[in-house]
T-cell receptor, first 116, second 111 residues
Framework: ETGVTQSPTHLIKTRGQQVTLRCSSQSGHNTVSWYQQALGQGPQFIFQYYREEENGRGNFPPRFSGLQFPNYSSELNVNALELDDSALYLC???????????????FGPGTRLTVL | SQQGEEDPQALSIQEGENATMNCSYKTSINNLQWYRQNSGRGLVHLILIRSNEREKHSGRLRVTLDTSKKSSSLLITASRAADTASYFCATVIQGAQKLVFGQGTRLTINP
């Protein structure tokens, strides 16, 4: 049990729509990262939030945006959905254990997004 | 772009045998980590090896790191059916904030 939860589990949208995915971490860590994992591929880094501000971004267009809230929850928003956005979206946060590397990430179970 | 490359892409062995997966990467790293993923769900952190370490053990897992060859291996001894999963190596590039994953090895343990 990682203490990282995501909602919803599955989501089906049509091309051009907008979607919001949610993540919550019990670790109390002020860093959250989002990853996109296409079928059969490894996860790709979308962006990271630290203390409610974006702190690093991967090769994703501006229609991918995020928010982090003071209660350590986070949102990933994707506008103008495209078919290639179909993927598993994972959020991650460092574990709460004192002394553990902040490079280690606890992942949520993911949200499976299908764009038709 | 992917930093790491896992080899093989798929591996099928009998229960009780050992499984070895390899990972190569391209740039200097702070550490290298291995994760497991069951059935396309969340990733589970298995082990982290720092760039100044050469070998690390955790239960039935043994990880090696060769920074001169920019490669790592994950050995799972005495495999069990529950080890069936995809295994990913991930690196933290010096100065970056992100994990960079390879494409993974799909491991199947046959009873």
């Amino acid at each position: 049990e990682t203490g990282v939860t995501q909602s919803p589990t599955h989501l089906i949208k049509t091309r051009g729509q907008q979607v919001t995915l949610r993540c919550s971490s019990q670790s109390g860590h002020n860093t959250v990262s989002w990853y996109q994992q296409a079928l059969g591929q490894g996860p790709q880094f979308i962006f990271q939030y630290y203390r409610e501000e974006e702190n690093g971004r991967g090769n994703f267009p501006p229609r991918f945006s995020g928010l982090q809230f003071p209660n350590y929850s986070s949102e990933l928003n994707v506008n103008a959905l495209e078919l290639d956005d179909s993927a598993l979206y994972l959020c991650a946060s460092p574990p709460p254990q004192r002394g553990s590397s902040t490079d280690t990430q606890y992942f949520g179970p993911g949200t499976r997004l299908t764009v038709l | 772009s992917q930093q790491g490359e896992e080899d093989p892409q798929a591996l099928s062995i009998q229960e009780g045998e050992n499984a070895t997966m390899n990972c190569s990467y391209k740039t200097s790293i702070n550490n290298l980590q291995w994760y497991r993923q069951n059935s396309g769900r969340g990733l589970v952190h298995l082990i982290l090896i720092r760039s100044n370490e050469r070998e690390k053990h955790s239960g039935r897992l043994r990880v090696t790191l060769d920074t001169s060859k920019k490669s790592s291996s994950l050995l799972i001894t005495a495999s069990r059916a529950a080890d069936t999963a995809s295994y990913f190596c991930a690196t933290v590039i010096q100065g970056a904030q992100k994990l960079v994953f390879g494409q993974g090895t799909r491991l199947t343990i046959n009873p």
